[in-house]
Every structure is written in C-alpha cells, then in structure tokens.
C-alpha cells in the first residue's frame, strides 16, 4: 500500500489487505522517556470497589437461598433494592469469579448463574 492514504468502504472491509498496511507512527517506548500523555492510565493501580448499597450481600443473599440451584441472570437484580445496581454487581461477582455462568451463549437476561 505504501505511503498514500487509504480508504475502503465497509461493505469491502473483508477484502483489505491488512498484512501489508503499517501504521501511520509505530508505538516505541524507551526505559527512561518520561511521561507519554495517555499511558498513566495503562499503569495506574486499580482500586478496590466499594459496596456502599451493601448490593454484594443482597445478592449473595438471593442467590445462596437457591440452595446450590441455578437461576436466571435477572433473578437475583430483582431480588435487590435496586435491580439496575445488582444487575452491574452481578457482573462484578463473576469477573471476580464469586459467581458461575453459563457459557454456552451470550451473557443475557436468561443465562443461568449460580454460586461458587
């Protein structure tokens, strides 16, 4: 491709020779450059969420009194104060492996989850 600018429709993305492109600026990086705007965010330490709806308990709660059952994703949000909440809490009890998911299709309303 060279050096000249190029554009593709999307309909013809399937066909672009990606192998032989190469970026516009190459990312080089040396032990003792200094600051690079952007980065900090690539090595900032991540700090620890905090509960302060108490949305872990209720969850864990509602999804231990399913004696080893599975459920369905949305069971135990609407068991919550605040279903919107419990239901991106529910996505942090799996990430940090608190909970067990169905695999077999996309994560949705549906999927079973259960306790590990």
């Known amino acids: ?62 999804i231990n009194g399913q004696q080893g059952q599975a459920m369905t994703f949305s069971d135990p949000a609407e068991a919550t104060s605040m279903p919107s909440v419990g239901r991106a809490n529910i996505v942090r009890l799996l990430w940090h492996r608190q909970l067990g998911v169905d695999l077999v299709s996309p994560l949705r309303h549906s999927s079973l989850i259960w306790a590990v």
């Open 1 to 62: 491709m060279g050096a000249d600018e190029v554009c593709w429709p999307v309909r013809d993305m399937a066909q672009v020779p990606v192998m032989s492109s190469r970026p516009i600026r190459g990312f080089t990086w040396r032990a003792k450059q200094g600051h690079r705007p952007g980065l900090e965010a690539m090595a900032s330490p991540r700090r620890p969420a905090r509960d302060l709806l108490g949305m872990r308990e209720q969850l864990l709660t509602a």
